[in-house]
């Protein structure tokens, strides 16, 4: 059971605008910035969207992230086939002294 | 240009030891803290700890149990992971990674990672 919750799985077709959330509590998300990662099979993480909800250099434009309360979202506009991958949210959480990940939500494009 | 490159990796018993290494270059290594993060066969990326750029802070998840340890060479420009006890749940990929800071421990850049197997 991760501390940050996010739905299994998601999916659209290309073109589509897709939004993945990430629900955590005041001590990880109301309290500190969050990270989007993806992650495609057989390789390492890749940062998306970084503690500024800024997109490091490479990351379209279509990519966004944003942040409300305890929950944030990941929003990916004109879904492409190359996005079907695994998607990660994190954040600082006060209450453990630690980093901790959301559970993973598996992208398809259908 | 940026480059982590892990290693140490490999079969271990159970109960036994292993020393994962993160060689750094391309980037001033004590101007930044460092992260290992795992992810076990199926399942989903696991924080397991950072450091500091100085080493004068570290964190650890609470499933580790005290068993493992970070450290850092800055004049090596070498990040370690000291594992200890291991267990078949310690299995997985380890990955290295980079902060944008000094002290934040959320990672930023990533190496290729490196396998841990714990089985008899």
């Known amino acids: 059971q991760s501390v940050l919750t996010q739905p299994p799985s998601a999916s659209g077709t290309p073109g589509q605008r897709v939004t993945i959330s990430c629900s955590g509590s005041s001590s990880n998300i109301g309290g500190n910035t969050v990270n989007w990662y993806q992650k495609l099979a057989g390789t390492a993480p890749k940062l998306l969207i970084d503690s500024h909800n800024q997109r490091p250099s490479g990351v379209p434009d279509r990519i966004s992230g944003s942040k409300s309360g305890t929950s944030a979202s990941l929003v990916i506009s004109g879904l492409q086939s190359e996005d079907e991958a695994d998607y990660y949210c994190a954040s600082w959480d006060a209450s453990l002294n630690a980093v901790v990940f959301g559970g993973g939500t598996k992208l398809t494009v259908l | 240009e940026v480059l982590l490159l892990e290693s140490g990796g490999g079969l271990v018993q159970p109960g036994g030891s292993l020393r994962l290494s993160c060689a750094a270059s391309g980037f001033s290594f004590s101007s930044y803290a460092m992260i290992w993060v795992r992810q076990a066969p199926g399942k989903g990326l696991e924080w397991v700890s950072s450091i500091s750029g100085s080493a004068e802070i570290t964190y650890y998840a609470d499933s580790l149990q005290g068993r493992f340890s970070i450290s850092r060479d800055n004049s090596k420009n070498t990040l370690y992971l000291q594992m200890s006890r291991l267990r078949a749940e310690d299995t997985a990929i380890y990955y290295c990674?980079?902060?944008?800071?000094?002290?934040?421990?959320?990672?930023?850049?990533w190496g290729q990672g490196t396998l841990v197997t714990v089985s008899s």
């Open positions: 990674a980079k902060s944008p800071s000094r002290t934040e421990s959320k990672p930023h850049f």
